[in-house]
């Protein structure tokens, strides 16, 4: 299978801190990236995407960067709440294999 | 919207029954799709469909079949059950057939547990 991993499997931030997850692929040819976020006893839900044609995107909270020199993706959390701590995976799409492959999780606890 | 339906949430089998999972979809999504989740590894592709009546296989398709009649419905059938089936089992979908530019929306996950 794909080799989609993370650095860490843990990751423990105190609360209203930036949060960084991190996440490697080896697949040159990956030409878009997903996170999602996975609360206990429920299904990822989406947090951001970005194609490999971008270096950076925004959204509320959230930035996810790509370097594709160093083929590594990561997820930034602005002023991490309790709300904010779940598994959070990377994925990817192979142009050509349209289906996505996803890493093994980073699970993020926000500490009061 | 009710997005992605997954039925049962719990099931419990013995070794060699066979069952059905259910998935459905009100998006009129084209694109979808079983994953299993297994401690320790990312989500796994089983099967996949990019319309009604087309199936293809995924990563780890042995012991599973599926069918597409129509959109809305993606139905996951254990013909055998074996314990390293044991798994949470989750259906997502898409609005296009390619997965090059949009996410997948999953279902709530069905925890099955083979003995």
């Known amino acids: 299978g794909e080799s989609v991993g993370l650095h860490l499997p843990t990751l423990s931030v105190q609360e209203g801190d930036n949060s960084i997850i991190n996440c490697a692929y080896s697949n040159s040819a990956s030409d878009y990236f997903i996170w999602y976020k996975q609360e206990s006893g429920k299904g990822p839900q989406f947090i951001i995407d970005i194609r490999s044609n971008m270096d950076k995107r925004q959204g509320q909270r959230v930035t996810v960067l790509l370097n594709k020199t160093v083929k590594h993706l990561s997820l930034q959390i602005a002023a991490t709440q309790p709300g904010d701590s779940a598994v959070y995976f990377c994925?990817?799409?192979?142009?050509?294999?349209?289906?996505?492959?996803f890493g093994t999780g980073t699970r993020l606890t926000v500490i009061p | 919207n009710a997005g992605v339906t997954q039925t049962p949430k719990f099931q419990v089998l013995k070794t060699g029954q066979s069952m059905t999972l259910q998935c459905a979809q009100d998006?009129?999504?084209?694109?979808m799709s079983w994953y299993r989740q297994d401690p320790g590894m990312g989500l796994r592709l089983i099967h996949y469909?990019?319309?009604?009546?087309?199936?293809d296989q995924g990563e780890v398709p042995n012991g599973y079949n599926v069918s597409r009649s129509t959109t809305e419905d993606f139905p996951l059938r254990l013909l055998s059950a074996a314990p390293s089936q044991t798994s949470v089992y989750f259906c997502?979908?898409?609005?296009?057939?390619?997965?090059?530019?949009?996410?997948?929306?999953f279902g709530d996950g069905t925890r099955l547990s083979i003995l």
């Open positions: 997502a979908s898409s609005y296009s057939r390619w997965q090059g530019n949009q996410p997948q929306h």
């Open positions: 998006m009129n999504h084209e694109y």
């Open positions: 994925a990817e799409n192979i142009a050509g294999a349209n289906n996505l492959f």
């Open positions: 469909s990019v319309g009604a009546g087309i199936t």
